[in-house]
């Protein structure tokens, strides 16, 4: 609950610090304390040294691994603000406004990582959805910006009537808005499951496909994190998707044996054509910012595996998938707002001109194509070893071994431009405190590849 509390607080303080500073730079430094004291105040939530005591009647359940998700995406979010503050600071004039609403995104984030009830589920999709609209939007002299930011809206709306539906659905079929209920034969104890009930879950799933950008419900991810600032673009493809995915966990881990056999093939044919249409797609794209789009599609599939494979190892791995994701993602669209030009020509030369950050671009990139000795290998690893623990599917580890490596064709091109071909790469003016904080960022990724552990030892706390 402290999370939920501070991090809604602290939205309502960034709004009134606007009136009481001009200065953007304070601002940047007033979100990076209040992050810092929503760590802290996690934090003792998760050890039980402070927290507010408020019954909450079994809507939230806070749990051990719903505390440390919100711990590492707050963390996450405090590294995001370090190297893309002075780029929200040039987003426009409202930058108060928008840290405002990336607190109140942090606070639809908590809920949904300790949500109990359809409503909480409902409520926690929709403070964190409606931020983001406006953030897309944020670049009001941008038409791009203003048809992603309609787009992103109209197609949110859409799901969120879907989404409503398969609630009423639900209730309707077990007469409860709790998580686990479930329509049990009172006799035998066996699941009955009704229409209702099996339509009220597919209906969420759907809803929740879009949400985390899944196939075949995919299509407004690329115009819209293509039309939006790209320094929101960063937040939206890694801290939000996480939180969708661990929301996505929560609801299918028990109602998933509603579906009986039915589940593992649906999903199975998601994560298929996640992977097909997110890498293939990718592959032709001219522009690193599109390409970065369709990758994070395909990173969604992947991702999916821990819906596939409900178990310890699925638990553990969406952990260390959404850090090293989220670090390797926010880290190459830091650079990518560096560049002038985000085509692949744009990067050309780059090892000449930028030796530091051609080398921290290069090793964000291996992450994302999850090379060993980084981060994102052992997050890729985890997913299918955890599939393989389920037993049953290894054709579709090697499927989703196949398409890993159509991913590293597409990040390679661009390491490629930055080492072997001749140009000169333009980039904005610098500082020594972005280069200091990429370089932090990518020894931090190559330490996650190493000692993956240190993330891993923390859920055991």
């Known amino acids: 609950m402290n999370a939920i509390i501070i991090s809604a607080l602290l939205g309502v303080v960034m709004m009134f610090s606007g009136i009481l500073t001009s200065n953007k730079s304070v601002l940047k430094y007033i979100a990076a304390i209040g992050l810092l004291l929503l760590i802290a105040f996690n934090v003792m939530d998760t050890y039980a040294i402070f927290k507010f005591d408020i019954n909450t009647r079994g809507l939230l359940n806070f749990e051990k691994f719903g505390l440390y998700f919100n711990t590492l995406a ?7 603000v370090l190297l893309s503050g002075s780029d929200i600071e040039k987003a426009g004039i409202n930058v108060a ?19 109990n009830g359809m409503l909480m ?74 229409f209702l009930h099996v339509g009220g879950l597919l209906l969420l799933f759907v809803a929740m496909c879009f ?17 939006a600032p790209s320094v929101f673009t960063s937040f939206m ?30 999903l199975s044919i998601v994560i298929i054509l996640t992977l097909l249409i997110g890498n293939i797609t990718a592959v032709f794209q001219q522009s690193v910012k599109r390409m970065l789009a369709y990758s994070s599609i395909a990173q969604a599939g992947f991702m999916l595996f821990a819906l596939f494979s409900s178990n310890d190892l699925s638990r553990e ?35 000449k001109s930028n030796p530091v950050l051609a080398f921290t671009t290069t090793v964000f990139l291996l992450s994302l194509a999850g090379i060993p000795l980084t ?44 080492y072997f071909k001749e140009g000169e790469a333009a980039t904005a003016p610098i500082s020594g405190g972005f280069k200091f904080t990429v370089i932090l960022l990518a020894a931090l990724i190559i330490l996650l590849g190493v000692f993956p552990s240190i993330i891993l ?3 055991y706390f």
């Open 74 to 80: 707050f963390a996450a979010t405090f590294i995001y």
């Open 121 to 194: 589920l409902f409520l926690g999709i929709e403070i964190l959805s409606i931020p983001l609209y406006i953030l897309t939007g944020s670049d009001k002299r941008n038409l791009k910006s203003n048809e992603a930011s309609l787009k992103y809206f109209l197609m949110g709306s859409f799901t969120t009537g879907i989404m409503l539906m398969g609630i009423a659905f639900f209730y309707g079929a077990t007469g409860s808005f709790t998580l686990n209920a479930l329509p049990v034969v009172p006799t035998t104890g066996m699941i009955n499951p009704s």
């Open 211 to 227: 949400k985390v950008s899944a196939a075949p419900f995919h299509f407004w991810t690329p115009d819209v994190y293509d039309g």
């Open 97 to 115: 406004e928008y840290f405002a609403l990336i607190f109140f995104v942090l606070c639809g984030l908590s809920i949904l990582s300790g949500f």
């Open 317 to 351: 791995g969406i952990l260390l998938y959404s850090v090293a994701y989220s670090l390797a993602t926010i880290g190459i669209f830091a650079v990518l707002i560096k560049m002038n030009d985000y085509t692949f020509d744009g990067f050309n030369g780059l090892a």
């Open 375 to 418: 981060a994102g290998f052992f997050a890729k690893y985890y997913m299918l070893a955890s599939v393989i623990k389920e037993g049953g599917a290894l054709w579709l580890v090697i499927v989703a071994l196949f398409f890993a490596a159509v991913s590293v064709y597409y990040y390679f091109r661009v390491i490629q431009a930055i």
């Open 237 to 266: 493809a890694t801290i939000v998707k996480a939180a969708g995915f661990v929301a996505f966990i929560r609801l299918f881990q028990t109602q998933a044996d509603a579906l009986g056999p039915t589940w593992k093939i649906i």
């Open 457 to 459: 030892n923390g859920f």
